[in-house]
């Protein structure tokens, strides 16, 4: 069996084990010694911090489970025609990771497949993480909505609004208006009301876990606990990771609730003046994703509100809690 | 393979990395001996130091790494173990 091994790379049998160099752009070579490479091993470069820019040499045919793991700056990778497995989870925790560049890649059935299981999705000749709305959900969304393809939000736009209140003890009976909700795959629309949205968001945690008895439940259903609801999210969008994918334009944003804060990839629509956002929602009763539209009031990147005047009070109360 | 090389091969890769990352290139590495029919020793000398990882990571980082240095780490590494065991069964949260 042929080994080799350098201050850098370990190999056997064609197989790259190990890497342990500092380079920020590695083009790993074709062969070590007189062995030339045709599989990338498992973790063969786990947690290399440095690296930005990887080129896979033509000829690697395998690329192994967690082999670039945890790479937390890498942004780019080329990947050569050659290649035809991705085992999974193969570019797990790359968070920067933002194109894998496929060089006269004609992708067969079964290299997407491995691809799309290895945690990644194909668009055109770059791969994106598949983090991503579905597709046809997407396609969906854009010709319901007519949305220009070109990008609908304002130059230098940080952040998002979505806000309403349900204030059902006033009268306006804003708990039992009805969603729209826009089904994964399907894009099947349906409506539920603002009260079953909220009752399956909360449903697993603390509202049916404190509702012990009927009366607790009633009491719940009468809107006792929450007379009046205001459900504010302040979306902090980060410029350099918005994509635009069949003509909707999908932001990166810190999405802040309350005191909670998460991030969140979030397709948002362009409809004349409108903008809408879709957040994730889970059925717990039907147990699978759907999205459900919120409209959102825009901020420029001066602060200025371009179509909600009583957003700003909203962003007020935000700019005070984060300043406390 | 002999089994200098093979001791060669684990002290770097022991050494140059975190333990997921030793274990999963080990763990390649043993399917490579599998794949060869490479000698049996071997391939237990592989699995008994994925057993023993954080002893085999430090007896690594010494200058002489032979396989009566890895027998030391597998041995502390049991000792490791029963401490452990003992003290999960019969510590004081008993």
Sequence with gaps: MANYMDQVYAAA???LLSYAGQDVSLKIT??????????????????????????????????????????????????????VEVASCAFCGCHALRELILYDMKLTGQQYQSLVSSGLRVNGS????????????????????SASPANPLPLGLKQLFTSYSLEDEKGSG?????????????????????REA????????????????????????????FPIIVRTALFTIDDSRTIHRDGA????AVIHFGYHFWQSQVPIVCNGNQYSIYRRHYLTAEQNLCYIRRDVAV??????VTNQEEAREVYARYKLLSIL | MTKDSLLLFMKRILANGTEEKSKMVLNQLKEILSEQKADNAMIALIDETLKSLPEAKTASHADSFSEADLQIAFRRAADRKRREMEAAYYGRCR
């Design chain 1, 13 to 15: 049998d064609g197989v």
């Design chain 1, 30 to 83: 074709t062969k070590l010694g007189y062995m030339p490479i045709h599989t990338i091993g498992k973790g063969a470069l786990m947690d290399s911090d440095k690296l930005q820019q990887v080129i896979v040499p033509v000829g690697v045919r395998r690329i192994g489970e967690k082999a670039f793991f945890g790479c937390k700056n890498l942004k780019k990778v080329y990947l050569p025609d050659s290649v």
């Design chain 1, 126 to 145: 770059t791969l994106l993480l598949s983090d991503f709305p579905d597709d046809k959900f997407l396609k969906d969304l854009v010709a319901s909505t």
């Design chain 1, 174 to 194: 804003s708990i039992d208006r009805n969603l729209q909700v826009y089904t994964v795959g399907g894009a099947e629309q349906k409506t539920m009301t603002e």
């Design chain 1, 198 to 225: 909220f009752r399956s968001s909360m449903s697993g945690g603390f509202a049916q876990t404190d509702a012990k008895t009927e009366e607790d439940n009633d009491a719940f259903e009468k809107k006792d606990i």
């Design chain 1, 249 to 252: 334009v999908i932001v990166t």
């Design chain 1, 299 to 304: 901020f420029s990147g001066d602060g200025t």
